[in-house]
């Protein structure tokens, strides 16, 4: 397995009790959360999460089965609809958005059970997501008018382009739903990259990948930042990966955030320790 | 652009326009030379407006993946409306053709308004729903044209419910009559014109299916949530396929009410809704072509040559659509139906090349 280094910015704390890079300093951050929750009936599923990503922060959200991160995600891109607090999203207010509104406004994400159109080529699965970056009406598509082959032909080269950021665009006429399960992954990133978003929302990219192919997505995750100069939030775990290349991390524990800091803090905080990673001294890695 | 227009999914759309063109020809001479028996010849404006229902209510149920149960009440809003516009302006547009192409028009129009009343409520909604609301649309179609009275006297259109006495005046004539619907219809439907509604469905349907509005359709049905975090508006996109459908339902409606010499609210009731729905499911779900076959083998066999056995016709489509469901959704019978079919093989061959 190659061994992959990655150079991490120093982080310096912002007034929300959050860490963020102190290359993102004096720029507005990309997500920021205040007392962020919500209840399902009695369970508080999430509670008072308070939360800081810098504009392009590879930010980790960790913790143990059923603590809430992936109804975190669904808070963030309005599946459901908080109860309490407010998501700033680069410094504008999206409460009382939809889900589709919110990926205008920028959020995209991937989803832990993969969530394809299965039944689409690989190329119109990401043609979907450029549903919004290259538009004409239904009008000018049924009459096949100038603009849609015009459009067409910018979204197709897009679409290969996006592709090939994975080495994906031979598979571009394959059917989504027959790929490979570590294509299908990607494919999903590729989707939600199309969508041109300012913080991308991984939910478990390498779940069920072998070492191997975790580190070519780490370098890839990396690679992305730097290529759309976008914020990344990721859940894992996966901790080789999440150490790796996480700046700042965010352990939750029964929808309560437990520890803030960057890999180190994490690595050497008592509570997620004991939370998290087992029994007390053991080595993260 | 060469690429765009080389792609298999276009090629396989112009073979369906191929195939509709070259049976239009065939039939047209078959009928003008005498060839064909004059109940064939009868036939051929309902087996196209059949087909047209089929292609409108597999955009419904194969593009949109939504179940619709009353695509009949559709076809009667178009065939009402489209006949009494056509009876109405007998005096106004003498022409046969133009009135024809008004009714259908008209038809059209007023059943994707009602899809549009029907939907917009429903189609917010995630589940089922459409099922339930368009079988109970279905029947409250079915009654109100039931009890509905139109009539035409020299100050214009009356309209009664109920009650059939709307006080029509000298030299009145009543157009929609209540429960014996509308009678003395001049049959200006033409089959030429049921080819060419046909080709316009077709066209319709596919250029929408390969543009950016089909496919966010598409995208809705394969998985409503990854649509949603794309930026798809769900509502806007399930209406439009909705509506679009409804539309094309009321064209047909329209075209079918012009072929007879009567129409009365009991011709378009659940039966027909299911016998539709058994055509889109037995052609397969999105597919046009198997659409329009199974429309016409299904509407041709049991009038003409299978006439005796019409009588068990809803029980032998229940068994066929049961048997359908079965091996279509076994595994097995689908990994040997794979094994046989040659782009099938190919599509594997190529993958196995590059995994």
């Known amino acids: 397995m190659s061994e992959f280094h990655f150079e991490k910015g120093k982080m310096v704390p912002v007034p929300s009790h959050s860490i963020i890079p102190e290359r993102d300093l004096g720029k507005p951050p990309v997500l920021e959360c205040n007392h962020l929750g919500i209840d399902f009936g009695g369970l508080r599923a999430v509670d008072d999460f308070n939360f800081t990503i810098g504009k392009t922060e590879i930010a980790g959200l960790i913790g143990p089965n059923g603590a809430g991160k992936t109804t975190v995600f669904n808070l963030l891109t309005k599946v459901y609809a908080p109860t309490r607090g407010t998501i700033l999203l680069n410094g504008m207010d999206t409460s009382g958005k939809t889900t589709a509104q919110i990926n205008k406004m920028g959020i995209a994400r991937t989803f832990q059970n993969i969530r394809l159109f299965s039944n689409l080529s690989v190329e119109d699965n990401v043609k979907i997501g450029l549903h919004n970056a290259y538009k004409y009406s239904a009008l000018e598509g049924v009459l096949r008018l100038p603009s849609y082959w015009k459009k067409e032909k910018a979204a197709h080269e897009r679409a290969i382009e996006l592709l090939s950021i994975f080495k994906m665009e031979y598979m571009a006429d394959w059917q989504a739903g027959n790929l490979p399960y570590g294509a299908q992954r990607r494919l999903e990133i590729v989707r939600a990259l199309a969508t041109n978003p300012c913080l991308l929302l991984l939910d478990e990219p390498a779940a069920g990948m072998n070492p191997a192919e975790t580190a070519e997505l780490m370098e890839n995750i990396v690679k992305i930042r730097d290529m759309f100069q976008i914020a990344v939030l990721l859940i894992e775990h996966d901790m080789k990966l999440v150490m790796g290349i996480c700046e700042g991390i965010c352990v939750l524990n029964f929808g309560q955030v437990i520890a803030k800091g960057t890999a180190e803090d994490i690595r050497q905080n008592p509570t997620v320790i004991e939370a998290y990673l087992g029994k007390r001294g053991a080595d993260p890695c | ?355």
């Open chain 2, 1 to 355: 652009m060469k690429r765009l227009i080389m792609r298999g999914e276009t090629r396989k759309n112009f073979i369906t326009y191929g195939i509709v063109i070259i049976a239009y020809v065939l039939l047209l001479v078959l009928s003008s030379t005498g060839m064909m028996s004059s109940a064939l010849q009868g036939l051929l404006v309902p087996t196209c407006t059949y087909i047209i229902a089929a292609l409108s209510l597999n955009l419904t149920v194969g593009v949109l993946g939504e179940l619709s149960l009353g695509h009949a009440g559709f076809m009667s809003v178009g065939a009402f409306s489209g006949v009494t516009v056509s009876m109405a302006l007998a005096d106004v547009v003498p022409a046969p053709w133009a009135r024809m192409v008004l009714a259908i028009v008209v038809g059209a129009v007023l059943a994707a308004a009602a899809g549009f009343v029907v939907g917009i409520p429903v189609l917010r909604l995630r589940g089922d729903y459409l099922a339930i609301v368009t079988l109970a649309f279905g029947e409250i179609i079915k009654t109100v044209v039931t009890n509905l009275y139109v009539g035409k006297d020299s100050s214009g259109l009356r309209l009664g419910f109920l009650d059939p006495n709307i006080g029509l005046g000298q030299g009145g004539m009543m157009i929609v009559n209540g429960p014996n619907g509308i009678s003395g219809i001049k049959k200006l439907s033409t089959f030429t014109a049921g080819f060419l509604v046909i080709m316009l469905c077709l066209i319709i349907i596919f250029n929408m299916v390969n543009s950016r509005s089909g496919r966010a359709i598409m995208a809705l049905r394969d998985n409503r949530i990854a649509a949603e975090s794309v930026g798809i508006n769900v509502t806007k996109y399930k209406l439009m396929a909705f509506v679009v459908s409804a539309a094309m339902a009321g064209a047909a409606g329209a075209l079918y009410g012009l072929s007879q010499n009567t129409v009365t609210a009991n011709k378009f009731d659940f039966n027909t809704s299911i016998l539709i729905l058994v055509f889109v499911v037995l052609g397969g779900l999105g597919n046009m072509r198997g659409s329009i076959i199974a429309a016409t083998v299904l509407y041709i066999l049991p009038e003409t040559w299978l006439r005796q056995f019409s009588d068990y016709r809803m029980l032998l489509y229940a068994v066929v659509l049961i048997v359908t469901m079965l091996v279509t959704n076994t595994n097995k019978v689908r990994s040997v139906i794979d094994r046989l079919l040659p782009h099938k093989i190919k599509a594997r061959e190529e993958e196995k090349e590059h995994v």
